[in-house]
């Protein structure tokens, strides 16, 4: 036994006194041991990676790299939409990854499974190899799937934009990815497009938004969401100052729900920027709590309402709100069927307001008095930059002339106007660089404004500089398009508003490629015509026949859940319910599960009959007073019904509407 314990004694390692010992050793970049890479050198790999796995090499991914100039740099996009990527061909764009790195990759309606898409996640997570990533279109995606992608997110700082409209999200996947929002995961914009996310999804994801401080722009169009889901939106808008972009457009919201969010904004009064409405079916009645909430709300910037059933009174009430609010810059109302008199309300509140810089008009049954009194309005205005409206506004013959004036002089008041916020734009960065110069000891001359020594050169060059950068942004601006519905364009060629995210813009100009709207002709139909006459737009009556053949394959993958996953959404579901209810009331007893209800139901039921003789029934009607059919919501990448035909239109991003020459009368 001594023998065995001083042979262990003798066996323990020891130093020598003196020796330097190495604390750790600093792990290698992923890209590290790479040889810097040349096109010759990076296609020569590629194309042994793909002999390897037998597969013949992408046409799309060769002519990227043979557009690289400068291999040292991240590049702009790599662009594989539409293309069918098998496991095999994932795996050879490995060698891509370790190599080339992109602003933005977009793999939309690639048919990826799970292989696939995890073999390119997992590139992009350890290669840092994008910053937005597009998933969308690809709904053979499953559990393996989500488990990874809700790690990626909570854990990468470099993915802050994530596109996963259409992906078939089940009730695994909702509560994967809420728990990686509810983490404060440092992701920015996130697109849940098309995913039939109305009901308890719609619970899980607001209660961990309620407190989540990075996320920024949050899509949940074309998701069947109803009245009661307006609910959860705004108990989570009342917690949640750090949206600035909330899009719902193509939904069932209606005047009940329209209301509900109006009101929580109202309460919120600083934090939303953008808000779209379009196409959820709501009339006048909800413009009276619209109208509070933009008498109240502080920072809203983008308003949205188009293709909804407002009218001339809807805009009426609309303008009593609009005329009380500091802040809105851009507004949508294309296609709200107005007429010359809602056309002159508009006017009233264009010829006094301080702030509005675009206007969307087209689509709308306006008049030659309405263009009059617009006229007159944007000659007193001084900050309207962009005002669309359509070219076959009706007249008499003997009116051509006047019409053609009037055209000449929206488009002079709009030059104008550019160069009065040009020259303030100016003034105000001059203004600024002398105030950061005299904060930091370097006082120019107050009189002229040019320095007259060295610190007053220092004061010179901030000023040079701000005012390049100004210009820069300017002119961006003025190419970039915000809330258009003719010119950002999907996968399929069905329309949509355009979204409001300044990711939206480099996305849509790398995704679709240059698109001019200026080869466009926007031709009302005479069916078309009457129907805007009456008051209702063609397009809301046609788009309510419209089945949407997505959100039902994705209600489809939703059903037959097994008992351990209805289990988890359920603890889920209450979980995300308790959070909701906290302070709200509103929320309570709602989107609770089936079995729940009718149980809680029938307990009362019981209770009525034994305190009674005669028990009385609850009504079908009372219980679900908001429910509504979700298979009458339209697809965005459905087919398109005969008036969205004749233009184009999609998601993310920074003007009112793109204005073209055979469309537009009068634009910036």
């Not at 060769?62 to 795996?91: A, M, P, T, Y």
């Not at 509560?175 to 509810?182: D, G, N, Y």
């Not at 983490?183 to 995913?195: M, V």
């Not at 805007?532 to 737009?537: I, L, T």
Request: net charge negative; with cysteine; charged share 30%.
């Amino acid at each position: 036994m001594e023998e065995r314990r001083k042979v262990r004694r003798d066996s323990r390692i020891r130093f020598r006194e003196g020796d330097d010992l190495i604390d750790s050793c600093p792990a290698r970049g992923p890209r590290k041991d790479i040889i810097p890479a040349s096109c010759d050198r990076v296609l020569e790999v590629y194309r042994l990676a793909c002999s390897k796995v037998k597969v013949r090499p992408l046409s799309a991914v060769i002519d990227f790299v043979q557009k690289i100039e400068d291999f040292s740099c991240r590049q702009e996009c790599l662009n594989l939409k539409g293309v069918k990527l098998e496991s095999r061909h994932c795996e050879a764009l490995e060698e891509i990854f370790r190599r080339i790195s992109v602003n933005v990759l977009n793999v939309d309606g690639c048919n990826l499974e799970d292989e696939g898409a995890l073999a390119i996640l997992e590139m992009v997570e350890f290669y840092e190899a994008a910053y937005i990533f597009v998933l969308s279109n690809n709904p053979r995606l499953s559990r393996t799937f989500w488990v990874t992608m809700s790690r990626a997110i909570k854990r990468s700082a470099f993915i802050h934009y994530v596109d996963l409209a259409h992906t078939a999200m089940d009730m695994n996947a909702i509560p994967l990815i809420a728990r990686s929002l509810r983490a404060n995961c440092p992701l920015t914009t996130l697109h849940l497009e098309r995913n039939a996310l109305s009901g308890p999804r719609t619970v899980i994801l607001c209660a961990s938004l309620k407190t989540n401080t990075n996320l920024a722009h949050l899509y949940l169009g074309d998701n069947g969401l109803i009245a009661d889901d307006a609910i959860m939106l705004g108990a989570m808008l009342k917690g949640n100052r750090r949206l600035e972009l909330l899009d719902v457009r193509d939904n069932h919201l209606l005047d009940q729900g329209v209301v509900l969010l109006c009101q929580a904004l109202t309460c919120q009064e600083q934090g939303l920027n953008a808000l779209v409405l379009w196409n959820n079916r709501f009339t006048a009645k909800s413009v009276p709590a619209m109208a509070t909430m933009l008498a109240l709300h502080r920072t809203l910037h983008t308003l949205e309402v188009g293709r909804n059933r407002l009218g001339n009174e809807g805009m009426d009430g609309l303008k009593l709100g609009l005329m009380r609010n500091r802040t809105v810059t851009r507004l949508g109302i294309m296609e709200l069927g107005i007429t010359t008199v809602g056309t002159i309300a508009l006017a009233e509140y264009v010829g006094e307001s301080p702030v509005l810089e675009t206007v969307n008009l087209r689509r709308n049954n306006i008049k030659l008095g309405g263009l009059l009194a617009l006229a007159r309005a944007h000659k007193l205005s001084q900050t309207l930059v962009k005002l669309d409206l359509d070219t076959n506004i009706k007249c008499d013959h003997q009116d051509q002339e006047i019409l053609k004036d009037l055209a000449a002089s929206l488009e002079e008041y709009s030059f104008r106007n550019k160069q009065l916020a040009a020259e303030r734009q100016i003034k105000e960065s001059q203004e600024l660089a002398i105030q950061e110069a005299e904060d930091h000891g370097h006082v120019a001359s107050a009189e002229n404004g040019v320095p007259g020594d060295a610190d007053g050169v220092a004061a010179g060059t901030i000023v040079q500089e701000v005012e390049e950068q100004e210009r820069d942004d300017d002119a961006a601006d003025n190419d970039a398009v915000f809330l258009s519905h003719d010119q950002i364009v999907d996968g399929s060629g069905d329309n949509q508003p355009e979204n409001l995210a300044d990711e939206g813009l480099a996305l849509k100009a790398h995704l679709d490629g240059d698109f001019d709207a200026e080869d466009e002709e926007m031709v009302f139909e005479e069916d078309e015509e009457a129907t805007v006459a009456a008051g209702v737009p063609a397009a809301v009556t046609a788009s309510a026949d419209n089945h949407s053949a997505e959100v039902e394959q994705s209600r489809e993958l939703l059903q037959s859940p097994t008992a351990e996953e209805s289990l988890s959404f359920s603890n889920e579901l209450e979980a995300a319910l308790e959070e909701l209810r906290d302070g709200d009331d509103a929320v309570v007893g709602l989107a609770r599960p089936d079995s729940e209800q009718s149980s809680g139901e029938g307990t009362e039921q019981a209770k009525d009959g034994d305190e009674k003789e005669e028990s009385v029934a609850t009504s079908p009607a009372d219980a679900n007073h908001s429910a509504l059919d979700v298979s009458e919501v339209p697809s965005l990448n459905g087919s398109a019904n005969k008036e969205d035909k004749d233009k184009d239109m999609t998601p993310e991003a920074a003007d009112v509407s793109e204005t073209g020459s055979g469309d537009v009368l009068a634009a910036s």
